[in-house]
């Protein structure tokens, strides 16, 4: 039987991982929309870059202090989350960003 304490650092991490993902994602989508009403273009968008990349490398930190197979967890449901979020903006099927089939954007 598998321990009740991996179940939920397993649930927790992937958890996790789809948090960071909405933010990170979730911050760049807000960068492309607020950009061309920008003084300084060039400084925001690098602002914008490097406090998401800062956020995102932190909270992996975070979840790397309960083990290599929390973080792999957490990793995957990073990218299930941006496969979910790409295939929302695209019009695509999240299978399609699964199985990497090219697509037209609408």
Known sequence: ?????????AFS???FG???SGLHFGGLW???RVLPYCRRPRLFFWASYLGRIAVTLWGFALVMEYGGPAWMVSFVGFYLM???LLSRVSGA???DFL????????
């Open 99 to 106: 199985t990497m089939k090219r697509m037209t954007w609408k």
């Open 13 to 15: 991490s992937f958890g």
């Open 18 to 20: 789809m948090l960071f």
């Open 1 to 9: 039987m598998i321990p009740a304490d991996s179940v939920l650092k």
């Open 30 to 32: 807000m960068t492309l």
């Open 82 to 84: 941006r496969a979910y």
């Open 93 to 95: 099927g999240m299978c």
